[in-house]
Every structure is written in structure tokens, then in C-alpha cells.
């Protein structure tokens, strides 16, 4: 029978759970940043879609009141002049 030596018995141990945790740290990290850029990449098309939203908004109001302001003249030849224009 061959006698082994305590350091010998030590480097034949299964990993411990303090190995596994230095080995998993580069992989959790990258997870986190992945889904750090996944969120803020998600934020930025809401923030687009948004400005979107508004600008659609304004750019009725501002043809709702450009109308509004054909009807409201006084001068008809305009009115009709701009009515053909629009359409």
C-alpha cells in the first residue's frame, strides 16, 4: 500500500463552493452588463416611440388650427382658394 501525503490528499479534494463562485464571477458579470444594455437599450425605442407620439400630436394640433384659421377668414376667394389648395 502507498501512503499518500496530506498535500497530496488536499490537492485531490472536489472543488469547494469558494472555487465555484471565482469561476462563475466572470460569467454573472457578463450577464449583468448584457442585461444593464438590454434595458437601456429597451428605455431608448420607448423614449423614440414617445417623441414619435408627441410629434404626431403637434403636428395634427398645428394642422387642426391652420384649418380653423382658413374658416375663420373673412375674405371667401381665400378661403375657397385654400380649401382647392388643401385638397
Known sequence: MTKISESETIEMAPPS???QVVQMAPS????SQYLSLAQA???MFINGV???QVRWSADQAAA???IV???QSQ???IQLA???ALG
Open 41 to 43: 437599450q429597451g428605455m
Open 75 to 77: 375674405n371667401i376667394p
Open 69 to 71: 384659421q382658413i374658416y
Open 64 to 66: 387642426v388650427q391652420g
Open 82 to 84: 385654400l380649401l382647392k
Open 28 to 31: 454573472v458579470a457578463m450577464a
Open 17 to 19: 463552493l469558494n472555487d
Open 50 to 52: 414617445q417623441a414619435q
